[in-house]
């Protein structure tokens, strides 16, 4: 199962994301979900990273099937707002694989305060 925790500031801003595990749902190669979360991921990561521009800190690590965007603190409101939207996109992207009866089991999406 693939780990999804969103981080989010006390004002419901969200700062960033981390993906992590493999979905499980067909053999590695072959795998549509875990294919379909990592392409939603890294979309979100770079077109936070190199479209809007925001300062980020990426991590990845291909053995435990990491990819980690953290915003930095000190972002542009322009830059907060666009990341976003990207987020937000990612969100609800992720939460309809999760919520999909074909594919039980596969994805969990958490929400935690980022300080």
Known sequence: MTE???FRRGDGKCTGFRAV???????????IVCAAISA?????????A???KADVS??????KGLYEVLLKD???????DNAQILLDTLELSLTAIQNDP???GTIRI???ERR
Do not use: C, M, W
């Open 58 to 63: 990426i991590k990845t690590d291909e053995k």
């Open 110 to 112: 958490t929400t935690r």
């Open 21 to 31: 595990g493999h979905a499980g749902y067909a053999e590695s190669g072959s795998d």
């Open 102 to 104: 074909q594919y039980p």
């Open 74 to 80: 000190a972002q542009s409101k322009t830059a907060l």
């Open 40 to 48: 939603l991921t890294q979309s979100a990561g770079e077109g936070i």
């Open 4 to 6: 999804v925790t969103f």
């Open 50 to 52: 190199n479209v809007v």
